[in-house]
C-alpha cells in the first residue's frame, strides 16, 4: 500500500483560501471554515470497503483503477454542470486520482475533505463574483447567447473565462425577472438577496456533508444504484419507506433564514392546535416546558428539522413569529404533543373516470401509487396492521368495487420504486399465484420469487400506466402484468433498473450501540422478468405508447456509463393469456383516430416537439427583443389554444399537468426560484398544475373504456360462432 501525499492538495487549498480572504469582494470568506473527517468517518469508510468489496453484485477491487473512476464520480457530484471548478483546478486536483483508494484504507480522508474544501471555496468565489456584477447592469441589445446545461461541455480553462460564463449567467437571471415586469430596483434586490443566500448555505456545510458526498461517489462509481447513508439521511431513508414519522406534523422550508411553515398536515398535532399557520416562522425549539428554548434562527433547515422530531407523545416547544408580523413583531410559544405523522402525500389514492362511447358511460377505476411503501420496523415487531402499499391497494380496490367500476388502472408514473416484497404482493392481487419475477445473485443462482396466495382481488380488465420515470419495483409490476397478458401496459418507455438492493446497517457491523456509522444500500442482485429478459437499461416497452416527455439519452439508466448490461435467462413456469394482447392492434388503431381529433393530446405532442428543439440548442439569448419575441409568440400561441389551454382575463397563462414549456423562455417564466414566492402564491401555483386536466391520464382511460367494448363484442363472436 503507498504511502498518501498530501503536500500538494493542502497547498492548493491554502493557495485558494488566502486568495479569497484577500479578495475585497469576496465578503463571505471570512466565515470560511475549513471542514475536516472525524476518526468516526475514517472507520465508516474503510468498513464500508469491506462490505462494497465482498458482497456487492459486481464488486470491484479497491484498488488505483477503482481510485479514478472513485474521483471521477465525486468531482461530477460536486460540479456535474462544470460551473465552479476550471480545468486549472482539475489539473491539480487529479494529483489525487489515483490516491482516494488508500485515502479509505489507510483511514485518512484528508484528499476527499481538501477537494471539498476547495470546492466550498470556488462556492464562495462564483457567488461573490455574481453579486459584483448587479453593480454594474447589463446591455440586452448584445447578440449573445448562455448555454445552460454543461454537463458534457469541457472544463472551463480558467478563471477569466469562468467569470464570464457567470456574467452570462447572471445576466440571464436578471433577463427572467425584467421580462417577468420587475424594474431594476426590484431585480437587484431579488439577486442580491439570492446571492447572499447561497453564499450563507455554503458556510452552513459541514464534515458529515463532505462524507455523505465521498461515500455516495463511492459506491456510485460500483453502480449507478449503490448508495451511502449518513445517519440523518438512513432516518430520511426509513422514513420515505415507512411513510410515517414522530413529529408535529408540518411540513417546513427555509425561507429567508427562517425555519418557515408551509403546510399543516391535516390531523396532525399543528394542524389541530389551531395556533400554527402558514407562513409561521420558527425561531426556537425546546423539548419540554422546563426545557430551555434553542434559538435556531439561520440554521439548515435539516437540523431544525431533527430538533423538532422526537419521540411519540414527548412535548415540543416552539417560538413562533407570526406570519403577519414583521422582524420585530411579538413572540409567541406554543408547547405541541408530538404524535406519529403518516406522510398521505405518498400514500396510494383512488378515483374514478367516467368514459362515454356512444350511449354507453364506462367507469374507470384509477389507484395512483407513488411509491412502493413497507413499514418494515413495524413488520420486524410482529405488528399485524405494519404501513404496506399492497394492502392500502387491496383497500382500495374493495372501495372501486362497491363504485362499480368496469375496468382498473394503476398509475405508476413517477414512482420510482421501493419494496421489492410489495411489488410481489401487489402483482398477486391479480393473478391466482405463480412466479413473479427471477433474481440472479453476484454467484449465478436463480431464485424464483411468486405469489403464493391464492384467489385474484381483481380478475376484470385492467392496465398499468407508466412514464420513464417509473422504476425498479414498478417495473416488476408492469412487466409481470405484461407477460401473463394480464392487462395493458400504457405510456412511456419505464427507466430500466432491473437491480436488487438491500440496505447494510453498518452499525449493526460494527456493534455500535448509537448509530455512528451510517448506512449502505448497495446492489446485491439482478432480476429478471418471468419471460427470462430483465428491464436492465431496456425497461418496460408499453404495448401502447403515449408521447414520451423526457429525454431517453440523458435520463434513465441507459444514461448511466456504469450500468449493467442487457441479459436473459431461462424464463420461469407460467401460464399466459393472449385475450388482451390480441386485442391491442384494435386499441391502437382506436387510440389514434381518437387522438388526432382530441385538441389536448395534439397540443401536448406540440410542446414536447418544442421542448425537443430547445434541448438540442442548449443555448439561451441574453437579447431583449429576441427574447421577447420568443415570449411573444409562445404567449400568442398559447392564447390560439381553446378553452383552458389559452390565457385568462389577466393574461396568465392557464397550465395543464402534461404542457411542457421550458422554464427559462416561458410565458409563465417570474424569474423567481420558489423560496423567493409568497407561499401561499406557491402552494396556489402547486394546486392548478395537481387539478389541471391530465391528457395522458384521460386517453388511458378511454383505451381501457374500449378495450371493455372490444373483449364484449370478442366474447359476442364466440358465443355466435
Known amino acids: 500500500m503507498k504511502e498518501i501525499s498530501v503536500k500538494k492538495i493542502t497547498i492548493l487549498v491554502l493557495l485558494a483560501f488566502a486568495i479569497i480572504t484577500q479578495a475585497a469582494t469576496m465578503d463571505s470568506a471570512a466565515q470560511f471554515q475549513e471542514l475536516k473527517p472525524t476518526t468516526d468517518q475514517a472507520r465508516a469508510a474503510h468498513l464500508s470497503a469491506e462490505v462494497l468489496t465482498r458482497y456487492h453484485y459486481s464488486a470491484i477491487p479497491l484498488d488505483d483503477e477503482a481510485s479514478k473512476k472513485i474521483f471521477d464520480a465525486y468531482i461530477k457530484s460536486l460540479d456535474g454542470e462544470k460551473m465552479f471548478f476550471t480545468q486549472q483546478d482539475i489539473d491539480q486536483l487529479s494529483e489525487a486520482r489515483t490516491h482516494l483508494d488508500d485515502a479509505i484504507l489507510n483511514e485518512n480522508l484528508s484528499i476527499p475533505f481538501a477537494i471539498f474544501n476547495l470546492y466550498k471555496l470556488r462556492l464562495n468565489d462564483r457567488l461573490s463574483y455574481a453579486k459584483t456584477l448587479l453593480n454594474k447592469g447589463f446591455d440586452f441589445t448584445a447578440k449573445e447567447s448562455y448555454q445552460y446545461e454543461r454537463e458534457n461541455e469541457p472544463w472551463v480553462s480558467n478563471e477569466a473565462d469562468m467569470q464570464e460564463l457567470w456574467r ?411 385475450e388482451a394482447k390480441a386485442i391491442v392492434p384494435a386499441l391502437i388503431a382506436s387510440h389514434d383516430a381518437r387522438i388526432a381529433q382530441d385538441k389536448d393530446f395534439q397540443y401536448l405532442k406540440d410542446d414536447i416537439a418544442d421542448l425537443n428543439v430547445e434541448r438540442k440548442k442548449n443555448s439561451i439569448s441574453l437579447n431583449l427583443a429576441e427574447r421577447q419575441k420568443q415570449r411573444d409568440d409562445k404567449n400568442a400561441k398559447l392564447a390560439a389554444r381553446e378553452g383552458s389551454n389559452g390565457l385568462d382575463k389577466t393574461g396568465k397563462v392557464r397550465g395543464r399537468k402534461e404542457a411542457i414549456i421550458s422554464q427559462n423562455a416561458s410565458a409563465q417564466d417570474d424569474g423567481l426560484q420558489s423560496n423567493e414566492r409568497n407561499i401561499k402564491d406557491d402552494l396556489a401555483i402547486e394546486k392548478a398544475q395537481k387539478d389541471a386536466k391530465d391528457v395522458l391520464l384521460s386517453e388511458s382511460a378511454h383505451i381501457l373504456s374500449d378495450e371493455i367494448g372490444l373483449l364484449k363484442t370478442s366474447k359476442n363472436a364466440s358465443v355466435q360462432n
Open 168 to 578: 452570462k449567467r447572471v445576466k440571464n437571471d436578471w433577463l427572467r425577472l425584467k421580462l417577468a415586469g420587475k424594474d431594476d430596483k426590484t431585480i437587484v434586490d431579488v439577486l442580491t438577496k439570492r446571492y447572499d443566500s447561497n453564499l450563507k448555505s455554503v458556510t452552513k456545510l459541514k464534515g458529515e456533508d463532505v462524507f455523505q458526498s465521498f461515500m455516495n461517489a463511492y459506491a456510485m462509481a460500483i453502480d449507478p444504484h449503490s448508495n451511502y447513508f449518513g445517519v440523518r439521511a438512513s432516518e430520511d431513508f426509513d422514513i420515505s419507506m415507512r411513510l410515517s414519522l414522530d413529529g408535529i406534523g408540518a411540513v417546513l422550508e427555509d425561507k429567508d433564514e427562517y425555519t418557515t411553515i408551509r403546510e399543516l398536515v391535516p390531523g396532525g398535532p399543528a394542524a389541530l392546535s389551531g395556533k400554527l399557520k402558514t407562513g409561521d416562522r420558527i425561531l426556537g425549539v425546546g423539548q419540554g416546558k422546563n426545557a430551555p428554548v434553542v434559538d435556531v434562527t439561520g440554521w439548515r433547515l435539516d437540523d431544525t428539522v431533527a430538533l423538532i422530531r422526537g419521540a411519540t407523545d414527548s412535548e415540543v416547544v416552539l417560538e413562533i413569529l407570526p406570519a403577519e408580523a414583521g422582524a420585530d413583531g411579538k413572540h409567541t410559544f406554543i408547547s405541541l404533543i408530538r404524535k406519529k405523522i403518516s406522510l398521505e402525500k405518498q400514500d396510494a389514492k383512488k378515483s374514478v373516470i367516467e368514459v362515454k362511447d356512444g350511449s354507453i358511460t364506462r367507469k374507470i377505476g384509477v389507484i395512483t401509487l407513488p411509491v412502493f411503501y413497507q413499514d418494515f420496523g413495524a413488520r420486524g415487531k410482529g405488528d399485524k396492521d405494519y404501513k404496506s402499499a399492497s394492502r392500502d391497494v387491496a383497500t382500495l380496490i374493495d372501495s372501486l368495487k362497491k363504485d362499480n367500476i368496469d375496468s382498473l388502472l394503476i398509475d405508476l408514473r413517477n414512482n420510482g420504486g421501493g419494496s421489492l416484497d410489495e411489488a410481489i404482493k401487489l402483482t398477486g392481487l391479480f393473478i391466482d399465484q405463480g412466479p413473479v419475477l427471477q433474481e440472479r445473485d453476484s454467484k449465478g443462482n436463480v431464485q424464483v420469487d411468486a405469489d403464493k396466495d391464492t384467489g385474484v382481488l381483481w380478475d376484470k380488465p385492467m392496465g398499468v400506466l407508466i412514464n420513464r420515470s417509473s422504476a425498479s419495483a414498478s417495473e416488476i409490476f408492469a412487466a409481470a402484468i405484461q407477460d401473463y397478458g394480464r392487462g395493458i401496459i400504457i405510456g412511456e418507455t419505464s427507466f430500466g433498473k432491473g437491480t436488487v438492493q438491500t440496505v447494510v446497517n453498518l452499525d449493526e457491523i460494527a456493534k455500535n450501540k448509537d448509530p455512528q456509522f451510517g448506512e449502505l444500500k448497495m446492489t446485491v442482485a439482478q432480476f429478471f422478468r418471468i419471460n427470462g429478459g430483465t428491464t436492465q437499461l431496456k425497461g418496460v416497452t408499453p404495448d401502447i405508447t403515449l408521447p414520451t416527455i423526457t429525454d431517453p439519452d440523458t435520463y434513465g439508466e441507459s444514461s448511466f456509463k456504469n450500468a449493467l448490461p442487457w441479459t436473459q435467462i431461462k424464463p420461469a413456469d407460467y401460464q399466459v393469456s393472449t
